[in-house]
DNA sequence: AGCCAGGCAGAGA
DNA sequence: TCTCTGCATGGC
């Protein structure tokens, strides 16, 4: 029989399913009317009560500082919104992911998170994490009758699975990357507390050093996990939705995409990304639970 | 059955 | 600097 630790956020107006299953990460499961997920080596459940947050763990939790951090509990979004182009795409975006908050992830699992979604869909990406953490992450303590938790597996234990063995959470070629960037932060040569400090092209190329890394996984990691709020990161979805949305009628090339994308969307540029990105897969109805109908959302507080 | 998925690297023009 | 292709695996 284990004990749990229990706090109360207030937090008006935020959106816990938006924020938790967005696609910028990638380990929080819906169970009984709240999120359940592993961060920081600590098992955690989230629960959205009106206008409050609450939030139960299994060990001591301490000020729960880790817990504000992890969820920008500080941000005002308001303000971002506020920092936004005014343009209809955004207004939109806006009203329906209000209350979505970027997360600030752990940097290790942010990398490796992404490195195992290029070309898989989210749902696959999801079950691919799963299985290498039940393999390879250490047990964390988990309230009785709950299953077996594990944390994301640390970059040192990584380093040592063979490509093989790697591959049997069915991540395919991607298990080189991923191998080659445990190696790295392992041995200290790529330092997150490091990168962070760069201005953010510095900060990208530093990642983008990494095999398997390119433009869009680094800037994920920017801006999902480093506190790079400008980062804009480009995916097949946005990119279609940068076409659609602001040069209907041109014929913009990537490139010209990915310029637009920097100076644009302004200095939370990477909030704006996520509405976008939300957004229009809300719509296509690829969001689990939403239909592609505008189903009501479990928005805390209209 | 065939196409595509929160891309990237390497080759060839 | 650009376009094209292979890459593992699975969902639809």
Redesign the pocket.
């Given at each position: 029989m284990s004990t749990t630790f229990e706090a109360t956020f207030p937090i008006p107006g935020h959106d816990l399913a938006a924020t938790l299953d967005?696609?910028?990460a990638f380990r929080w499961e819906a169970r009984d009317g709240g999120w359940e997920g592993v961060i920081f080596g600590r098992w955690v459940r989230l629960v959205a009560r009106g206008t409050t947050l609450q939030a139960i763990t299994t060990r001591d939790p301490g000020d729960w500082a880790w817990l504000r951090d992890y969820l920008a509990l500080d941000e005002d979004l308001a303000a971002i919104h506020a920092t936004f182009p005014l343009d209809l795409p955004l207004a939109d975006a806006i009203l329906v992911c209000r209350g979505l908050r970027v997360l600030r992830q752990e940097p290790w699992e942010c990398l490796a998170s992404?490195i195992l979604?290029?070309?898989?869909?989210?749902?696959?990406?999801r079950?691919i994490i799963r299985q290498l953490s039940a393999r390879h992450g250490a047990e964390v303590l988990a309230p009785a009758g709950c299953e077996r938790a594990y944390a994301f597996p640390a970059p040192e234990v990584l380093a040592e699975v063979s490509e093989v063995e790697l591959?049997e959470s069915?991540?395919?070629?991607r298990a080189r990357y991923l191998r080659a960037a445990a190696e790295a932060v392992a041995s200290g040569r790529l330092d997150f507390a490091r990168v962070r400090r760069e201005a953010l092209p510095v900060a990208r190329e530093e990642l983008?050093l990494?095999?398997?890394?390119?433009?869009?996984?680094?800037d994920?990691v920017l801006l999902f996990s480093l506190g790079y709020t400008r980062a804009f990161?480009?995916?097949?979805?946005?990119m279609k939705a940068l076409r659609e949305l602001y040069f209907p009628r041109g014929q913009p090339?990537p490139?010209r995409l990915l310029a637009f994308s920097e100076h644009y969307f302004g200095r939370y540029g990477g909030y704006a990304?996520?509405y976008l990105?939300h957004s229009i897969r809300l719509r296509a109805g690829?969001v689990a639970g939403k239909g592609a109908d505008g189903a009501s959302s479990s928005r805390d507080v209209p």
């Open positions: 967005c696609g910028q992404f979604s290029s070309t898989k869909q989210i749902v696959q990406i079950q591959r069915k991540m395919g070629f983008m990494l095999p398997g890394v390119g433009r869009k996984i680094a994920c990161p480009v995916d097949v979805w946005v090339s490139a990304q996520q990105f690829r």
